[in-house]
C-alpha cells in the first residue's frame, strides 16, 4: 500500500466504529484525523459489525484516518488486525502497547504505520524502545497517551488529576521527541466543559504534544485553536527571523543564537500547514 505524508494532527477524533451515524458526520467534521474504535467503545455483540463497517468505509478526504484494534490480550486482535489491512485506513492505532514486539506484530498484520497507545505503567516505563520499533517493515509513526487507562493502570484515586501523572506525560512526550514521531494528548471525558477542555489542550501544548485526541464534535474547535501557533507568537517568530544575522545576538532582553530561528521556523511552518 502506498503512503501518504501526513502533517501531526492537532485534532483526532475517535468514533465507535459501531455507529453509522457519527461516521457520516465526522465526514463533514475538520478534525486533522478521524479514528474508527473497534476497542471500548463497542459493545461485545457489536464487534462483528463495527469490523465490517471499517472494511467498507472509504475513508475521510485526504486526511489520516485510522482504526482502533482491541488489544493483542483479546479475542478479536487479529480478526481486527485482518479487517484494518483490507480498509482504506491509513493507520492503525494499537491499544496498552508494552513491548516493541506488539507493534511489530500490529504493523506486520495490519500492513499499516502503527501509533501506540501508552495507557498502562508497563507501557510508560518502556515507552523508549516502543517508540523506537523498527524493522520488519514497521513504520512507527507516532504515540497516544490513554489517560483513562493509565490513572487506574496507576491505581489513582478519583479525585487525581493530570499532576498526578505529570511524569508519564512527560515521559511519553520525551520518548515521541526523541524518535520525531507525532504525540498526541488523552482525551477529555467531560463532553460540557469547554473551559476545562480549553485548559487541558493549552496545558499538553505547553508539555510538548503535538495535538489532542477528542470524543465529541464539540472538542474540535477548541483543541485546534489550542494547538495553532497565536498571532503573536506568530508575529514574533517573524521578527526573529527577520533580526538574526548569526552567531550569539542580543534580541530585545535575550540572547538568541540559531536553534531560536530553527525553532521560529517550525513555529512558521506549522501555521503554514
Ligand atoms: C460520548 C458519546 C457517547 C456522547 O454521545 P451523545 O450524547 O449521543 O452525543 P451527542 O448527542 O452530543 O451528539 C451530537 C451529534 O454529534 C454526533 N457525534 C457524537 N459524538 C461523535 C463523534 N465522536 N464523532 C462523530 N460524531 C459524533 C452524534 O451522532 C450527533 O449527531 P446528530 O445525530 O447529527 O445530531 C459520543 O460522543 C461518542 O461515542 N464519542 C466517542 C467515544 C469513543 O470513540 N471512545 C473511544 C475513544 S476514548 C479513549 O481512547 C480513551 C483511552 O482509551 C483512555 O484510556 O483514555
Ligand atoms: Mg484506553
Known amino acids: ?85 483490507k480498509s482504506a485506513a491509513t493507520h492503525v492505532i494499537v491499544p496498552k502497547v508494552e513491548k516493541s514486539e506488539t507493534v511489530t506484530y500490529a504493523a506486520a498484520y495490519a500492513d499499516r504505520p502503527v501509533l501506540a497507545m501508552i495507557e498502562t505503567a508497563a507501557g510508560v516505563m518502556n515507552v523508549g524502545p516502543i517508540a523506537s520499533t523498527t524493522g520488519w517493515g514497521v513504520e512507527m509513526a507516532g504515540l497516544i497517551v490513554g489517560t483513562n487507562d493509565l490513572a487506574a493502570s496507576l491505581k489513582l484515586p478519583p479525585t487525581a488529576g493530570r499532576a498526578q501523572m505529570a511524569l508519564a506525560l512527560q ?16 482525551v477529555f471525558n467531560r463532553l460540557d466543559d469547554p473551559e476545562g477542555l480549553a485548559a487541558e ?21 477548541i483543541a485546534r485553536a489550542a494547538f495553532d501557533p497565536t498571532e503573536s507568537e506568530l508575529e514574533e517568530a517573524r521578527a526573529l527571523v527577520a533580526a538574526f544575522t548569526g552567531g550569539a545576538e542580543r534580541y530585545k532582553d535575550a540572547m538568541i543564537e540559531e536553534m531560536h530561528i530553527d525553532q521560529a521556523k517550525a513555529l512558521l511552518a506549522r501555521a503554514g500547514r
Open 201 to 221: 489542550c493549552a496545558e499538553g501544548r505547553l508539555l510538548g504534544f503535538d495535538g489532542k485526541s477528542l470524543i465529541h464534535p464539540n472538542q474540535i474547535d
Open 171 to 186: 515521559l511519553v512526550v520525551l520518548a515521541a521527541r526523541g524518535r520525531e514521531i507525532w504525540v498526541l494528548d488523552g
Open 1 to 85: 500500500m502506498s503512503k501518504a505524508i501526513y502533517a501531526p494532527p492537532r485534532t483526532a477524533l475517535f468514533l465507535p466504529a459501531s455507529n453509522a451515524r457519527a461516521i457520516e458526520k465526522a465526514k463533514g467534521l475538520k478534525a486533522d484525523m478521524v479514528i474508527l474504535d473497534l476497542e471500548d467503545a463497542v459493545k461485545a455483540e457489536d464487534k462483528e459489525a463495527a469490523r465490517e463497517a471499517v472494511r467498507r468505509v472509504e475513508g475521510f478526504g485526504d486526511r489520516p484516518f485510522g482504526v482502533r484494534v482491541n488489544s493483542e490480550h483479546s479475542d478479536h486482535w487479529k480478526a481486527d488486525l485482518k479487517a484494518v489491512k
